[in-house]
Each structure stands twice: as structure tokens, then as C-alpha cells.
């Protein structure tokens, strides 16, 4: 059974970081594609960024957050992070990991086969 736990969610204000981090126990960590999702208050659930398997010599952002926030893996911790840098009221939601066998980039959100339960992130002005 694979399970995935974010942690590093909070409080912060306009302009300050964060990193986000989510740990896969279950399967085969290094043959995961992974990525990270959000879900703002009334909104649909929105890609943020994505690294493909093993590697990770491949990622994806969504537009409004390229140059400020990065994702990487560690294999040999079975985890994956998302530094969030120069933060914005609008990066509020909360934040999902996901995980898919997979040798590429993904960055639908129905692609994905496993998920973490999300973790609040909340940017005050």
C-alpha cells in the first residue's frame, strides 16, 4: 500500500518561504513520477509543479510560480519537496503530493494514482 504525508505547511507572511515536504512509504520510490497539486477555497484543484522518476532530471511548473518555487527529490529519503520562495496571498490553498509509476513528467492530475491528504499553506499580506 503506498501512502504519502506532507508536512511543512503554516503560516507565513507576503514575501517569506517555505518548504513542503512528502514522504512515500509503499512501492518503489525511484520509479515514481511525482508532483504537487493546490486547492485554493472555492477553487478547483490546480498543478503546481512536477519531477519525473529516479533522477528527477526533468521538472515542470506551472506559470505563476516558475522562478520562485522548485521541486526536487531525495531517493534515498523516499521523499519529495517544494521550496516556496517569495510568496504571495495567492499561493494560499492547500498543497497535495502525488505519486504515479511513470519514466516522464506528469502534470494531469488524473494521471496520478496515489496522494497525500494536503497540507494548509496560508499567505498573509
Known amino acids: 500500500q503506498v501512502q504519502l504525508v506532507e508536512s511543512g505547511g503554516g503560516l507565513v507572511q507576503t514575501g517569506e518561504s517555505l518548504k513542503l515536504s512528502c514522504v512515500v512509504s509503499g512501492g518503489s520510490f525511484s520509479n515514481y513520477a511525482l508532483g504537487w497539486f493546490r486547492q485554493a477555497p472555492g477553487k478547483e484543484r490546480e498543478f503546481v509543479a512536477a519531477i519525473s522518476w529516479s533522477a528527477g532530471v526533468n521538472t515542470y511548473y506551472e506559470n505563476s510560480v516558475k522562478g520562485r518555487f522548485t521541486i526536487s527529490r531525495d531517493n534515498a529519503k523516499n521523499t519529495v519537496y517544494l521550496q516556496m520562495d517569495s510568496l504571495k496571498p495567492g499561493d494560499t490553498a492547500v498543497y497535495y503530493c502525488?505519486?504515479?509509476?511513470?519514466?516522464?513528467?506528469?502534470?494531469?492530475?488524473?494521471?496520478?494514482?496515489?496522494w497525500g491528504q494536503g497540507t494548509q499553506v496560508t499567505v498573509s499580506s
Open positions: 502525488a505519486a504515479v509509476s511513470s519514466y516522464r513528467v506528469v502534470i494531469r492530475s488524473h494521471e496520478y494514482h496515489y
